[in-house]
């Protein structure tokens, strides 16, 4: 009777049998991905399918899928290149992929298609984060390799065109694995000190290859980011990158970024100066006449050429003036002492003093004016007022 053998000595040993297969190592396949999973590890799982719907799991570990050019997606067509093997404890045969590429486009143009729709989608774009370039700068940032055409096209043109403008050069790879990082330290680095009115980046020509390391995304983001207006001057006329897409302005090339930032030549400056100082002079001439035209009027005035007539013609004016106001006021007076006399007679006239004083007399009980008999009893005290004094009385009867 044949040994019974677990489940796990049975995958074990079909493993084996698989990974010893020289058939079944560094195996390419080409198939459409689905069940796409992109863990948070770095890790990507999926199943790779073709038209005859047969599938096969696959999985690329986090430490091959961070060299990835660009994002996988279901649907999406590939070519991986891997090794078969065993999961045992699902007893599942699956390809560990080392390699993966787009099936009928470069890696390198799907990943910068992607990464130019994300950053789009964004906003890195946008015209409204777009800087204006200054018209003069002091200092101008070059940022390219310190070797090649196009870091002496930038200073010979600069040279030629801006000898006033100081080139503040940051020499870095343009080139190669280390170029992105290079170049986004480089940003990072002018932003932070300001030591810059505006920065120059960019390489000469050179196949997409060449000119990768301007479509990072984290030297996308570091233009961005940048206070500082950047002018992209990366290959050729034809040529795009992400950094032309993120940067204030594009120029077609190194030397055509290099006449952006300095669109005025010495002689177009000093031409332009003759000018200001020309419309300046003739500004200040017409000025002159103008004050010069007032003065005269001014002077002219008789106030200014005999300001004694002024003052005595102020004093008649002022004496006659007061002439009519003491009139004014002795004819109110005398006015108002005649209605003064006029309403004093009336007054008399209606006086209690003088009715008094034709031998009438009146009562008064505790202050009142007694109107009636009635109104003083028997005993009460009252006052009889003539017209000098008055006497007081004790009511004895009344008739």
């Known amino acids: 009777m044949s040994s019974i053998l677990s489940v796990s000595q049975l995958n074990r040993y079909v493993k084996s049998v698989i990974e010893s297969d020289d058939k079944l190592s560094d195996v390419y396949l080409r198939g459409e991905i689905s069940n796409l999973t992109l863990h948070s590890s770095g890790h990507i799982y999926f199943s790779l399918k073709d038209n005859e719907q047969c599938m096969i799991k696959a999985v690329m570990f986090a430490g091959k899928a961070r060299f990835l050019r ?15 093997t065993l999961y045992e404890k699902a007893g599942t045969y699956q390809i560990i992929a080392e390699e993966m590429v787009p099936d009928g486009a470069g890696a390198l143009n799907m990943a910068y298609e992607q990464l130019k729709a994300k950053l789009e989608k964004e ?26 055409a196009a870091v002496q096209d930038i200073f010979r043109i600069l040279k030629r065109r801006y000898p006033i ?58 233009i961005y980011e940048c206070e500082i207006p950047i002018v992209s001057a990366v290959g050729h006329e034809t040529d795009f990158t992400i950094c032309d897409f993120v940067a204030d302005v594009r120029a077609s090339t190194p030397s055509a970024g290099a006449e952006l930032v300095s669109p005025v030549t010495v002689d177009n400056m000093l031409i332009q100066t003759e000018n200001i100082i020309n419309k300046m002079t003739v500004t200040v001439k017409k000025r002159l006449d103008n004050e010069f035209q007032r003065y005269e009027r001014i002077s002219n005035v008789k106030v200014l050429s005999n300001p004694e007539d002024i003052i005595n013609n102020r004093a008649m004016k002022l004496d006659i003036l007061k002439t009519k106001l003491k009139s004014a006021y002795t004819e109110k007076v005398s006015d108002e002492k005649a209605k003064f006399a006029e309403l004093t007679a009336k007054l008399d006239t209606l006086s209690p003093l003088k009715i008094l004083s034709r031998g009438y007399a009146v009562a008064k009980k505790d202050g009142e004016i007694l109107k009636s008999k009635e109104q003083a009893d028997i005993n009460d005290n009252i ?14 009867g009344r008739k």
């Open 383 to 396: 006052e009889i007022v003539f017209s000098d004094g008055s006497i007081e009385c004790t009511v004895t």
């Open 123 to 148: 906003g890195l774009f946008d015209s409204e984060h777009k800087k204006p370039l200054p018209t003069f700068p002091k200092r101008i940032g070059v940022i390219t390799s310190p070797t090649g």
């Open 165 to 222: 403008g100081e080139i503040i050069f940051c020499p870095v790879l343009v080139q190669g694995e280390n170029a992105a990082e290079d170049l986004t330290k480089a940003v990072r680095g002018f932003n932070k000190s300001k030591c810059a009115d505006l920065i120059i980046i960019g390489r000469g020509g050179g196949s997409i290859e060449d000119l990768w390391a301007f479509n990072d995304e984290s030297l996308a983001r570091a």
């Open 70 to 84: 660009f994002r996988p997606v279901n649907g999406m067509k590939v070519v991986i290149r891997g090794n078969v």
